[in-house]
């Protein structure tokens, strides 16, 4: 059973930086995308941003311009960044990482457990 594991989250003033990893525990065959979504209080889980295996990428409005993901999928490692800047109150959720594959014509969803992000005004 392969794992993501989070890793960057914290708590930061308005207009500072955060950078979130995320790390599979094992291979992942048949990537098709990997992704950072969202949840606040309250509120149902967003899509932040996501890469797909072609590198080209998505993001949520509200991020667009603040936010950057990345991966690296040397040695099929499929860890996935994303670099936060400018942030704001607003931005305060518990962030998950998603990969997505799709290996024998079967889709597979794999979740992280979550990393805190607080940021105060």
């Known amino acids: 059973q392969v794992h993501l594991v989070e890793s960057g989250g914290g708590s930061v003033q308005a207009g500072g930086s955060l950078r979130l990893s995320c790390a599979a525990s094992?291979?992942?065959?048949?990537?098709?995308?990997m992704g950072w979504y969202r949840q606040a209080p309250g509120k149902q889980r967003e899509l932040v941003a996501v890469?797909?295996?072609?590198?080209?990428?998505?993001?949520a409005v509200s991020v667009k311009g603040r936010f950057t993901i990345s991966r690296d999928n040397a040695a099929a490692k499929n860890t996935v960044y994303l670099q936060m800047n400018s942030l704001k109150p607003e931005d305060t959720a518990v962030y998950y990482c998603n990969v997505r594959s799709v290996w024998s014509g079967i889709k597979y969803d794999y979740w992280g457990q979550g990393t805190q992000v607080t940021v105060s005004s």
């Open positions: 890469i797909n295996s072609d590198y080209s990428t998505n993001y």
């Open positions: 094992g291979t992942i065959f048949g990537v098709v995308a």
